[in-house]
Each structure stands twice: as structure tokens, then as C-alpha cells.
């Protein structure tokens, strides 16, 4: 059974940077696509940042520079490192997982529509 489970949101000033992290059971890394997701209120579920077998990674443009995806697979854990983070980085923020994940088709798109995700962790950003 897939757990995801994400710490690390809060609130920060514009410029400021905060480091999440997802915990996951019952995920064979090595074959799965892993990443951070969000979803701001009244906007589309966007995929962020994944990392594919702990070193493939790919960013969205709107937060590439900034954004930092890494795991750890001693502890069964993903990293997202923002920084320089801006107001309309404010939203909630998912771990997600692709299980099986044959490498094939736009990873971020793949990752906004899994089906494993995590509860979430909200980041609220001020100006």
C-alpha cells in the first residue's frame, strides 16, 4: 500500500525559502516516477518538479532556478527545496508517485494526474 506523507509548508516572506519533505512507503523507487505537485485556489493542478530512479529530474518553467526536487532512498524520502519564493507560489503542495513508470510522455503531466498523493502541505507566501 502507497503512503505519502508530506511536512515542511508554512508561511514565508517573498524572497524567503522553505524545504518540504515527503516520507513514502510502500514505493519501489527505483522504478518509480516521484514528484511535487500543487494547486492554488481557483487555478489547475499543476506538476512542479520530479525526479525519476533518484537522478533524473525535470522542473515547470515557473519555478525552474528556484525549485530543487532530490530523494533519499536510504530514508524512503523526496525532497523540494524552494527558494527565492514568490506570492504566486502559494498553494497547496502534494507529494505524488507513478508507479511503474516506464519513462515514456511528459513526466509533470503524469505526476498532476496520479492517483497516489499525499494530504498535502500549504505554503503561503507574503509579499
Known amino acids: 500500500q502507497v503512503q505519502l506523507l508530506e511536512s515542511g509548508g508554512g508561511s514565508v516572506q517573498s524572497g524567503g525559502s522553505l524545504r518540504l519533505s515527503c516520507i513514502a512507503s510502500?514505493?519501489?523507487?527505483?522504478?518509480?516516477?516521484m514528484g511535487w505537485i500543487r494547486q492554488a485556489p481557483g487555478k489547475e493542478r499543476e506538476g512542479i518538479a520530479g525526479?525519476?530512479?533518484?537522478?533524473?529530474?525535470v522542473y515547470a518553467d515557473s519555478v525552474k532556478g528556484r525549485f530543487t526536487i532530490s530523494q533519499d532512498s536510504a530514508k524512503n524520502t523526496v525532497y523540494l527545496q524552494m527558494n527565492s519564493l514568490q506570492p504566486e507560489d502559494t498553494a497547496m503542495y502534494y507529494c505524488?508517485?507513478?508507479?511503474?513508470?516506464?519513462?515514456?510522455?511528459?513526466?509533470?503531466?503524469?505526476?498532476?494526474?496520479?492517483?497516489?498523493r499525499g494530504q498535502g502541505t500549504q505554503v503561503t507566501v507574503s509579499s
Open positions: 525526479i525519476d530512479g533518484g537522478t533524473a529530474t
Open positions: 510502500g514505493v519501489p523507487f527505483s522504478t518509480t516516477l
Open positions: 505524488a508517485a507513478v508507479l511503474k513508470y516506464t519513462g515514456w510522455g511528459w513526466p509533470l503531466d503524469q505526476l498532476s494526474a496520479a492517483g497516489h
